[in-house]
C-alpha cells in the first residue's frame, strides 16, 4: 500500500527510466560527508540531514541524499544554495521545498532544502533509525534494490516505498 504523496513521486518518474542498483561504495560516503560539511559552513543555522543508501551503506543508486532545513533562514538558504548549486530544480513555494540536483565527484546528489521538517521527511527519517538499527531489514532491502536492477525505475521506485512502508506500518500494511 503507497501513501497519496508516494503514487505522486511515483507519477513523476519519466517511462522508461531504468534502476541502476550498485554495490555500496564508501567513496560514494566520503563525497556526501564532504558535501555536509561544506553545508554546515554555508549555513551554519541550519540543520543538515543525510538518508538514503550512502548514509545506511547498502546497495543503491550511489545517490547522495541530502535534505537541509532552514526554519527562519529559508529564503537566505535557498539563495546560497543557488550560488553554490546553480538554479533549482524544483521549487514548490506551497511547500517550501526546493530541489537541486548536481553531481559532486561523479555522484549524483539529491539536495532538498525545506523550511520545517516535513512530516513525510520524518518518516524517512525513521525509516533510517530503523534500517541503521537491524541489519536484517538492511540485507532484505539490499536484496530488494538489486532485484529490480535494470528494471523499470518506477517499478524499482515502487518496491523501495512498500518496503518502507511495510516496516514502519507493519499492522496497516
Not at 26 to 47: Q, S, Y
Amino acid at each position: 500500500m503507497l501513501l497519496k504523496e508516494q503514487e505522486e513521486y511515483l507519477q513523476a518518474i519519466p517511462d522508461g527510466a531504468i534502476a541502476h542498483v550498485h554495490s555500496f561504495d564508501e567513496h560514494a560516503r566520503e563525497v556526501a560527508l564532504r558535501l555536509i560539511e561544506d553545508l554546515k559552513i554555508a549555513l551554519p543555522e541550519a540543520t543538515i540531514l543525510h538518508f538514503g543508501s550512502t548514509k545506511t551503506g547498502i546497495a543503491g543508486e550511489n545517490e547522495i541524499d541530502i535534505g537541509v532545513i532552514a526554519r527562519d533562514t529559508f529564503m537566505t538558504a535557498k539563495h546560497t544554495l543557488s550560488g553554490m548549486f546553480g538554479d533549482p530544480v524544483l521549487v514548490d513555494g506551497k511547500e517550501h521545498l526546493v530541489r537541486w540536483t548536481p553531481t559532486r565527484e561523479g555522484f549524483p546528489v539529491e539536495l532538498f532544502l525545506m523550511a520545517k521538517l516535513s512530516p513525510r521527511i520524518q518518516e524517512y527519517l525513521d525509516t533510517q533509525r530503523l534500517l541503521e538499527a537491524r541489519g536484517d531489514l538492511r540485507s532484505q532491502l539490499e536484496r530488494l534494490k538489486f532485484s529490480f536492477d535494470g528494471k523499470s525505475l518506477r517499478d524499482y521506485t515502487k518496491a523501495k516505498f512498500e518496503f518502507f512502508n511495510s516496516i514502519l506500518h507493519p499492522r496497516v500494511m
